[in-house]
């Protein structure tokens, strides 16, 4: 549970929280909004099931977050197929292009490189080591360079840099479309989730007279807010769901 948690984290871009202080974040969060709910409504089943509907927005706004955050560094890929290229047109091997250029490469896989640059040092074979680069990055687009990187070195680098600026020329293309997809995407989704979430702000402010928050701790009042609950969990999987864009494939992941 704590290695999935972290691991979400950094695939959102998080890295200043482990995952300890995220809970316990995101838990005093939930109280002190509940217990605010509750100072205006007096309904301690309003205060729930409205803090139930917010969690699962914050949830779902945190796997948005993720969605963005890998996005951004696909967006790194092309400047550090740049860095490689010059690199290693100025005459320096495949193994040293790769590693000079860490200063510029997505944030992700910074961790990657630097276990590449060990598994070199200890002796492993530069395919081995590509092969567990490749493993340890788990990526679409690391698949397709280190396929490249490794016809280049069985090749003699020929072919290298062509083929490295194609992959650079070809990624800014697909991220234009990608990055213009995400913000019609977030636009539509963030509209649609706001939809879901207005009528339990509603229910707060029409909470504020007593008649009103007596009425939803009657059997009927408590029927009405477990069905509205349950209808905007289920709106929010189902907007998640209508509205998920294909993620790229690993076709050369094998």
Known sequence: MKNKIESALIRAGIHNQSSGQFLLLVIASLAILIG??????KSWPIALST???VLAQAIDS???????????????W????????????????????????????????????TEFEKDQASGLSFEQSLDNLKNRLANPIADRFIEITRLASLSGGNGYLSAIRSQALQLRLENANWSEI????????????LAVLAPWLVLVLLSMKPETSAAFQTETGLMVLALGLTASLLAFRLIRFLGAIPERKRILSA
């Not at 605010?36 to 409504?41: D, G, R």
């Not at 400047?79 to 040293?96: E, M, P």
């Not at 995400?182 to 989730?193: E, G, P, R, T, Y």
């Open 62 to 76: 945190f796997k948005t977050k993720t969605s963005t955050e890998r996005l951004k560094q696909n967006q790194d």
């Open 182 to 193: 995400a913000i019609k995407q977030n636009w539509v989704l963030s509209s649609a989730k």
């Open 78 to 113: 092309p400047k550090y197929l740049d860095s490689i290229h010059s690199a290693a047109w100025s005459g320096k091997s495949l193994t040293q292009a790769i590693l000079d250029s860490r200063a510029v490469a997505p944030k992700s896989m910074s961790w990657a490189i």
């Open 51 to 53: 803090g139930s509907c």
């Open 36 to 41: 605010a709910i509750f100072l205006v409504t």
